[in-house]
């Protein structure tokens, strides 16, 4: 298969890179309707209706104590008790998001958990900042793709030959960054910076998103699992190759690790909304080529390949 083939089926929509670079507080709505522990399902059925909502938080105060939906509701009235307060009917143990969060992640948990909404809350202080549904996303999305047809039409991609005029036999340009483990403030920050010097240097928009996913990918893993390590992108004349490297704990199963959805993510991480176990999985399916090496104890090497 030519090269020009491999890198049209690997091609990757603009969604998919949007989605990778919004927050979850890009994409919710900050003023949510919510009811109080005292309010009968009664009372839910009004506020549903004149908002058109299906489902919403309860809160006692600043404390979320719990989620009710429609569903609850119709419950509640075929049980002939819509009378009763909403603490009876409500959901407990609310699945949340962060406002923080890659918006991919909340992605995947809706198509995970089959949920209509999720509360978005702060990472710092634990307070109710907004709800996101799979309609706000889908606005948020749409808003996004008309920012960046504009920005694309106000300059047209115009290939720049970097290395044509220089005489050498194998022209490469290094760029290296240094990211940070557990830093789940600034996950992202790498590859966000090394995909505006990618177009700075011209490369096609197609090559640029299935890097900058696939940097992204990497780079969570780092901060995930280690106490930081590098990336290092070389990019020569038809293609663009990254290692990133970390003193890690090394990874016992490579095989394993490949499989989607395993993840040796701690509990604590993945109530930060990281670890879904989707990394490496995404890398291969961004990239040419992928090669991963890793030994327990002494950390991992990943290093792959996009043709542009």
């Known amino acids: 298969m030519k090269k020009s083939d491999l890198n049209r089926t690997l091609e990757i929509a603009p969604t998919q890179e949007i989605i990778y670079e919004l927050k979850v507080q890009q ?15 009664e009372d839910v059925s009004r506020v549903l209706e ?13 404390e979320m104590v719990g989620i009710v939906s429609i569903r609850d509701l119709l419950h509640s009235f075929r049980e002939g008790k819509s009378s009763r307060p909403v603490t009876q009917w409500m959901s407990m143990n609310v699945t949340t998001l962060y406002a923080d969060e890659p918006l991919i992640h909340a992605v995947q948990k809706f198509e995970r958990t089959g949920f209509g909404r999720f509360p978005v809350i702060d990472r710092k202080n634990k307070e109710l900042v907004g709800i996101l549904t799979k309609v706000d996303i889908i ?4 808003q996004r793709l008309e920012i960046n047809y504009h920005d694309l039409e106000s ?12 005489d050498c036999d194998r022209p490469t340009l290094s760029l290296r960054y240094h990211i940070d483990g557990a830093n789940f403030e600034k996950a992202g920050e790498v590859s966000s910076k090394l995909k505006r010097n ?15 996913i696939a940097c992204f990918e990497a780079e969570l893993n780092l901060v995930i699992y280690t106490e930081g390590g590098e990336l290092a992108a070389g990019i020569e004349p038809g293609k663009v190759t990254v290692t990133v490297v ?23 991480v993945r109530e930060l909304g990281f670890g879904a176990g989707m990394g490496l999985q995404n890398i291969k399916n961004c990239t040419n080529e992928m090669k991963l090496e890793s030994k327990v104890g002494e950390g991992t090497n990943l290093q792959f390949t996009v043709f542009t």
């Open 27 to 41: 994409a919710m709505t900050k003023q949510v309707i919510t009811v109080e522990p005292e309010n009968t399902m």
């Open 50 to 62: 004149k908002n058109q909502h299906t489902g919403m938080p309860v809160m006692k105060g600043k």
């Open 139 to 142: 606005r948020c999305m749409l």
């Open 155 to 166: 300059r047209k991609y115009i290939p720049r030959k970097w290395f044509s005029e220089l």
């Open 198 to 212: 990618l177009q700075t240097l011209g490369l096609t928009p197609d090559a640029v998103r299935r890097i900058a």
């Open 246 to 268: 970390d003193n890690g704990p090394g990874i016992p199963d490579v095989e394993l690790a490949m499989q989607p959805g395993y993840s040796t993510a701690p509990d604590w």
